[in-house]
T-cell receptor, first 117, second 113 residues
Framework: NAGVMQNPRHLVRRRGQEARLRCSPM?????VYWYRQLPEEGLKFMVY????????ESGMPKERFSAEFPKEGPSILRIQQVVRGDSAAYFC???????????????FGNGTRLTVT | SQELEQSPQSLIVQEGKNLTINCTSS?????LYWYKQKYGEGLIFLMM?????EEKSHEKITAKLDEKKQQSSLHITASQPSHAGIYLC?????????????FGKGTLLTVNP
């Protein structure tokens, strides 16, 4: 039973390029969450998606960042015109239901480590 | 906004010793999650605590949530090198959204053989 799969594991981009991070949830999971872990900071929520819908993007920077979870295929976190401050580990998590105290906990992938040079 | 403070920030113990990591919140927690992260890797779910006074154990790891639901502790008995890693506590303080977890900055545990 494969876990949450993220690729690539490491991504290096020059300033101004685009970064595309992919996440395939666990089998049977239709809820996907993206978190970012900046150096020396805790994990912070970015966006919550269900198939074809963005449910909550309150943690997403207003510009250059977008996320999607199409009907078919993985969820994509896209960062346009990357800057050095975007260097971080980006984690995807999934859950079977909308997660919470009485539901299933978040299962995280191994993350994508983005380095902007 | 919800903030979680973890202590200590780092911990070095000799194999076989017991240790405790704490996670403190300024607000009541509606759910408290403990994860372990190996350097450069993903997060492994350890335990989830819901109710005040709740205690859960898995192998040599025990986690408790205090009665006021503002502090949790993670206790490892007879530590082993395999316990080394970064321990993160995450919490839902919204009482509603349940997916916007706030995480502490982590406790780095080193276990020397």
């Amino acid at each position: 039973n494969a876990g949450v799969m993220q690729n690539p594991r490491h991504l290096v981009r020059r300033r101004g390029q685009e970064a595309r991070l992919r996440c395939s949830p666990m089998k049977g999971h239709s809820h996907v969450y993206w978190y970012r872990q900046l150096p020396e900071e805790g994990l912070k929520f970015m966006v919550y998606l269900q198939k074809e819908n963005i449910i909550d993007e309150s943690g997403m920077p207003k510009e250059r960042f977008s996320a999607e979870f199409p009907k078919e295929g993985p969820s994509i976190l896209r960062i346009q015109q990357v800057v050095r401050g975007d260097s971080a580990a980006y984690f995807c998590a999934s859950s079977r239901t909308r997660t919470g105290v009485y539901n299933s906990p978040l299962h995280f992938g191994n993350g994508t480590r983005l380095t902007v040079t | 906004s919800q903030e979680l403070e973890q202590s200590p920030q780092s911990l070095i113990v000799q194999e076989g010793k017991n240790l405790t990591i704490n996670c403190t919140s300024s607000k009541t927690l509606y759910g408290l999650y403990w994860y372990k992260q190996k350097y450069g890797e993903g997060l492994i779910f350890l335990m989830m605590l819901q109710k005040g006074g709740e205690e859960k154990s898995h192998e040599k790891i025990t986690a408790k949530l205090d009665e006021k639901k503002q502090q949790s502790s993670l206790h490892i008995t007879a530590s082993q090198p395999s316990h080394a890693g970064i321990y993160l506590c995450g919490a839902d303080a919204s009482g509603g959204s349940n997916y916007k977890l706030t995480f502490g900055k982590g406790t780095l545990l080193t276990v020397n053989p």
